[in-house]
């Protein structure tokens, strides 16, 4: 049986997923203000996307190791809503779909997801 | 290989988590609001659970008929908010934990009820 | 001087801007859905109408007499959030402001509106 | 007649009433998530409070110069919802009239935030 990893694509797919993700962000009204300033800087962004992969990757099954903060630290001071959560996962699950990732592992994403909200969420 | 209705505890399981899972959302500081009115209408509340379990059987591949309005009709003009939304699900969650529902049901239970969110909110 | 009634133009001139407002509340992406299920039923509308002439007159020194329920009784199992309230105002305010209502009275009635707010969120 | 500037106590009230201000919102649950990163930089709370302090006397006819960013420059990428600005707005109403501010100067302060709501939401 596969690894949620490899249902996700490995690190191939779990980067080009990734790249889809930061860019639907930036084009969901609900989230964009938190992502505009990054636009002035592209490095802060290819950070974000790194940590984001390995996060996954890591969190999946995969061999890479994530270095970055921890959830709650990471979203510290950002008083992330209710709403904010729900537009990040709305866009996760849209682009896992548009890739083709099947139910049984977006249902894994999904309880993933779930399961971190008190990490994410009014820290 | 069981249901997820099944898996559920069947009409009995359901029916007891369901009163859980209301005793929950009267105790949740987020959505209780909603709920108060109708202590003073228990019929209203009876009402309510009935549909409820009928739903979630007949969601879930039991032999009950939802005989109950569609979810956009049920929550017209409510206008429920994320936060509302995150509330029930959560109550849902902590409830099904509770009485020792499985890992896999529960990861079904979310993604249904992930699936029937824009028929919930903003309605 | 003037009472407030006077500045808002007494009972015909606050019975336009009611008009406007409700007409607003129903373009108003944040609040609409709570209005729409009343498009099928005008005689409600009409009621919703005259109970707020008359609470606006009654609590800007009117003649009118206020009938309808108390503020909690009226918002109550509504839940409305913080983004519902400050739609409603925003629309009271844009309304105000092209009906020429001056500045002082503009904004004794934000102040009324935000005396009300514990009456009216959450409940 | 008082300007805004002396109903609100000039320079040392206003400087009092920030700080109480501050304290206010570590204390208020809906916002007290954005203000904790500060309380390991004191210097930058003092600094917030030099601009927030210079920012209410120039903007009520005091002598002082801000010198801070713009508001929306000052909220970007903070996303500031409707329920985070209703949460500030009451901890200054509420601070002013703990500090005895009579009733014209804080319907103005609240007119004046009101104005400002565009520059600080969603940004």
Chains 1, 2, 3, 4 share one sequence.
Do not use: W
């Amino acid at each position: 049986m596969n690894t949620l990893y490899e249902n996700l694509g490995s690190a191939t797919g779990i980067s080009k997923m990734v790249d889809d993700i930061v860019e639907a962000h930036l084009n969901n009204p609900v989230i964009r203000a938190r992502f505009l300033p990054y636009l002035e800087k592209p490095e802060r962004v290819a950070e974000i996307k790194k940590h984001t992969c390995d996060f996954l990757a890591a969190g999946s099954g995969g061999p890479e190791t994530y270095t970055g903060r921890s959830m709650p630290e990471t979203h510290r001071g950002m008083n992330i809503s209710e709403a904010e959560y729900m537009a990040v996962i709305d866009d996760i699950m849209g682009v896992m779909e548009k890739h083709g990732i099947d139910e049984s592992a977006r249902k894994d994403v999904l309880a993933i997801t779930y399961a971190l909200k008190g990490e994410i969420i009014h820290q």
